[in-house]
Each structure stands twice: as C-alpha cells, then as structure tokens.
C-alpha cells in the first residue's frame, strides 16, 4: 500500500509515521454524508482508530455521491480514507447490544441523525455514558438538537441559504448563489474536530465525556465575519458585489490577453497602491480617499477599469511576473488540472498519490497540515461496505457462531 505522509519535503522520503498523535483514540463514526464523517476523517489522518458503521443494507449515499470510476464512487475515496468500515442495524436490538459494547472503548462517537433517533432506539446520552462515562457524543444536525427547527430534515444548502452566505453571494444583478460543494457541511466539519479536540481537553481535567450539539448553520455564519455585527449596529444589509468587495480595491478576477483569468487582492494599503503603480496609476494612489478600503471599494469601477485595462494587454506569464517583481498579491484561477500539476503544491505534499485495491494510483488532497514530529498519513483510501466487519466483532468479543446469528437476524 502506497502512502503519502503530510511532512516537509526534507522529510517526506522517511515514509509515513508508524503511529500519529491521536492513536490512543478510537472514533465511532455513525453519521453519514459529509459534516460529521469529515471531521471522522481529519481524527484518522492523523493516527485515530476510526470504524465507519453503516447499515447493513442501505450504506452511507456519500459512497455513490458525485463522479465514479469503474463502479467506486470517487468522493468515498477520500472521505472514508483510514477508516475501516463495519455494518451494524442500531434500530434492533442486537445491533444495540453490539453498538453498545463497540461504546465501551471508544472515545468518541460522530452521529447526524434527526433528534430523537438516537433516543428512540434507546442509545440516548445517558446509555452511552452508563457504558462509558469518559465518552464524548458529537451530534451534528442542520440546526440544533433542540428548538422549532430542530427535527427538519437538513442539508448543508439549507445552512448556505439561512446563513446569509447565499444571500450575499454572486453577481449584484444576478441571484443568490449556492456554492457548487459541500462548503457548509466541511465548514461544519472542520468545527466539529475543533470541539472535539475541546471535549478531549474537558476530559484529560475531569475524566468525563460531555456531548456536543454543532448546527451546521453556525460555523459557516461564523465564517461570515461582522456581517451580522453590521446588521445589528447599523442596520447594513451586505449586499452581491460579484468578485469585488465592500472593503477594498482592487480585488477582482481579470482576464488577461492569452484567455487565462487572474485574481488580486490588496487588503492591505500598501499592496494596493504597488497595484496602482504598476498599472501607470500612480495618481490615484495619491489621492487622500486612497488609504481608506471602504473608499477605495467605493471607486471600484475606476480603480478595476485601470487595473482590468492593463492586465488586457499582457499574456497571463508576463502579469505574474510584473506583479512579483512588484511584491504586489497576484494569483492564477486555476481548474484541478493546474491545481494538481502546480510546482508550490506538489513541493509542499499538497496532493497526495495514495494506492486504491481496485483503481491502482489516485491523487486526492492530502492530510490538512504538516506537523513536524508527528505528521499525519493516508494510509489507505475507503474501504468497501462492510470490509471489517468480521474482524471488528472479534475484537468486541464475538465468537464465529456469534456473528453467523447476527448476520442472520440482519443486525450486520
């Protein structure tokens, strides 16, 4: 099995780590699609033993979600990498008795379904904690555990939409616009290893568990900066600006003469007016407005058509070039086939080479860091429904004959 450790390019050649900074941890992930089993997967990039439990018949839809090759489906590569797989019906009661031994040794346990399920099964928080007191029960849903919305059913567009991020998205003459990703549910994700890494300091102080209740239309609200704080204070409703912004200029994305499109940002002063200088601009610069963001994003018809003008008569290479030369912020928009051939990428392990049983050599991102003493590692891609079955009821305790019962009664 080929695999990529997340390490400096002085040390990539040393092959991946033997164990991560979280293989003392043993994860349950029970959710399915994409804001909890995302934060699963950053806790087994980095060394956590994590079991992906799907039910026996209808496995988790991220498996089939989006592109396939040759039957797998390509985001489950990614998304259930390092994680070994097992089947388990939580609604019967021997799935119960299963689920509530595999609880003994876990950590932590990641569900996303509708409030209430958990407890109408008879694995509320408090059965769980019986089991295990120390264990730290993450709930993600769309909107809470609890209140008026709390039981409809909940996607990470509903969050895009009731966040305020659609609403200020997209072109001023043109609708509220979706993301074409799942941007709130890995928003969500990356929020929920943030309070799971919370708990587990809790814990080591007090040796108990504690459950954490994540919406996924917070973190993404959150990413929304003061726009609320403006609503509140001012009465200021942000408004679809296309790629410009409210708070400075130039910032936009330009097309330069040989068709490739650039984009710039000058949030600091100085930048802006290196920008200014560049493109022959030098008296704008000069004018009192010009050390003001607000200001100069109120001239941003002039200062775009000066910057866009310039930009138009030059081949992408060369605008690069003299925006270097000129320590002035400058990137290419790139399509995946430049992000995964780009040098800087490649240098610093962004994208990874890991060996699927079935598709040979694919390239995914790699682990979300580098960490110098204990660098995180794919150590294989996702794993087929129910792969580990067998051998995770083994090392539960159940015996061949055990299992074989349970396979019948349609618990696994």
């Known amino acids: 099995m080929k695999t990529t450790p997340r390490a400096d390019a002085t040390t990539a050649d040393a092959g991946p780590p033997v164990s991560g900074p979280f293989d003392d941890l043993r994860v349950i ?10 934060a699963a997967t950053i806790l087994a990039d980095f060394g956590a033993d994590v079991l992906k439990i799907e039910h026996p018949t209808r496995p988790d839809g991220a498996r089939t979600h989006g ?25 019967r009661p021997q799935g ?58 909940a996607y990470g567009t509903l969050a895009e939409a009731m966040s305020g991020f659609a609403f200020s998205t997209g072109q001023p003459d043109g609708p509220p616009t979706l993301p074409p990703l799942a941007l709130a549910d890995n928003i969500a994700g990356l929020a929920a290893t943030i ?51 409210e708070n400075n200029a130039p910032r936009n994305t330009y097309l330069t003469r040989d068709g490739r499109w650039v984009a710039i940002s000058s949030s600091s002063t100085s930048i802006a007016e290196r920008v200014m200088r560049l493109v022959g601009r030098a008296d704008l610069a000069e004018q009192p407005w010009f050390g003001s963001g607000v200001e100069r994003a109120q001239r941003a018809d002039e200062i775009d058509g000066a910057v866009a003008g310039w930009i138009a008569e030059r081949d992408m290479d060369e605008v690069i070039a003299e925006f270097e030369r000129a320590e002035a912020a400058i990137a290419p928009v790139y399509d995946m086939s430049q992000v ?3 040098p800087q990428l490649n240098h610093i392990g962004t994208i990874a080479t890991v060996e699927d049983p079935d598709l040979g050599d694919v390239r995914m991102q790699n682990v979300l860091f580098r960490l110098s003493e204990t660098p995180g590692a794919i150590r294989h891609t996702g794993r087929g429904h129910g792969a580990d079955t067998d051998d995770v009821l083994g090392e539960a305790g ?7 019962a349970l396979r019948a009664a349609g618990a696994v």
């Open 29 to 38: 992930d029970i959710a399915t699609l994409f804001a909890g089993p995302s």
């Open 67 to 91: 592109k396939s090759k040759d039957g797998k489906g390509l985001w489950w590569l990614m998304l259930g990498r390092n994680k070994r797989t097992a089947t388990l019906d939580l609604s």
């Open 96 to 153: 119960k008795e299963v689920f509530l031994r595999l609880v003994r040794d876990a950590d932590i346990v990641v569900e996303n379904f509708r409030p209430g399920t958990l407890e109408k099964w008879g694995l509320d928080y408090e059965t769980l904690a019986a089991a295990n007191p120390g264990l730290i029960l993450v709930r993600v849903t769309g909107f809470g555990q609890t209140g008026p919305m709390a039981r409809r059913p």
């Open 195 to 245: 309070a799971i890494l919370t708990a587990l300091h809790s814990r080591a102080r007090t040796g108990r568990g504690q459950v954490v209740d994540l919406a996924i239309i917070e973190p993404i609200l959150t990413m929304l900066g003061p726009q609320l704080l403006a609503y509140d204070q001012l009465g200021y409703i942000t408004q679809r600006a296309g790629n410009r912004s």
């Open 340 to 342: 995964i051939a780009d």
């Open 398 to 404: 159940y015996g061949p004959d055990e299992i074989a």
